[in-house]
């Protein structure tokens, strides 16, 4: 007998095509920077119209590889084209604040690549100017615009699979130990954590909320910067008995999956979890349905957080019900204090 109706909600992202166009300015000409790039001039109506680099040569590069945008030798002459409405902050961590707030005060609105900043004293400071200079600022964290995180918040947030129990999500990727890498470079805001960990976390956050509870294991790289790092978060607000059990590490590929087990039914992402991908549901008594398969694949999903934050714009919103400022602030917090607890130095 069935422990209930096996359905899935429809996902309700809206087609990223119908979100007014945008002209985009891009800080920072990185391979992230090339999929935003890919992503948005495939399925949406915005183009890149300018790029900025500290070496022009980078800049015009990418200028012509994205076809038709201006390429500006630095960072403050990109923010003053009155050409761009909107300004994508793809630098290292480490840049993200100066970077954010160069674009708010050339009044231009802002999606800051994440993790949103090193810390969170940061992010606040990046908050506070976005709202003082009345733009639209938002966290690209891209898995929360996807459309298979819209049907896993319909099931959890409806009690369709009942109670939650446990929260599961790792991302681990291999990278070999290189000081000239930014993932190992403590100036850059290397490390395991802001660069891999902030999507099981941003996944743990967008379900059940932010913990009361954070207990943090890990170790470091040769570096310092954390290698790999454990977390066990409880206390959620919009779930008191649930737990999270969240990994990340620099040094072995995970599978990269994540799953809501709920006290009727358990809902899994396979991996990479982060990326499009289809969404699975399991009842107690192991009966399966799963989604259909995403339409627009890999990276090329960048294209929905840059759909939303034209919308918000189009719309005359200042930051996101999705993903609220404030919710990116917290988010440090936590970061900051697993930090803490595994003896990484901010």
Known sequence: MSDLP??????????????????????????IARAFAEGLHRWTRSRIVAVGSRSMERARAFAEEVGGARAHGGYEALVADDEVDAVYVATPHSEHRDHALLAIGAGRHVLVEKAFTRTAAEAREVVAAARAADVTCLEAMWTRFLPQSDVVRQLVRSGEIGEIETVQADHG?????????????PELAGGSLLDL?????????DLVGLPRQVLAAGTRAFTGVERQASLILAGFDRAPSAHAVLTTTLAARTPTTAS?????ARVELAGEFYQPGRVRLVSRAGEVVEGPEPTIRGHLGLCHEAAHLATLVAEGRRESPLLPLDESVAVMELLDEVRRQIGVPL
């Open 260 to 264: 809501v087990s709920g006290s009727l």
């Open 173 to 185: 990727q291999w990278f070999g130990e290189d000081r000239t890498s930014r993932l190992f470079a």
């Open 197 to 205: 960990g902030i999507y099981p976390v941003a996944f743990a956050v």
């Open 6 to 31: 096996l359905t899935l909600p429809p996902s309700r992202v809206p087609d990223p095509a119908e979100a007014l166009p945008l002209r985009w300015g891009v800080i920072g000409p990185g391979g």
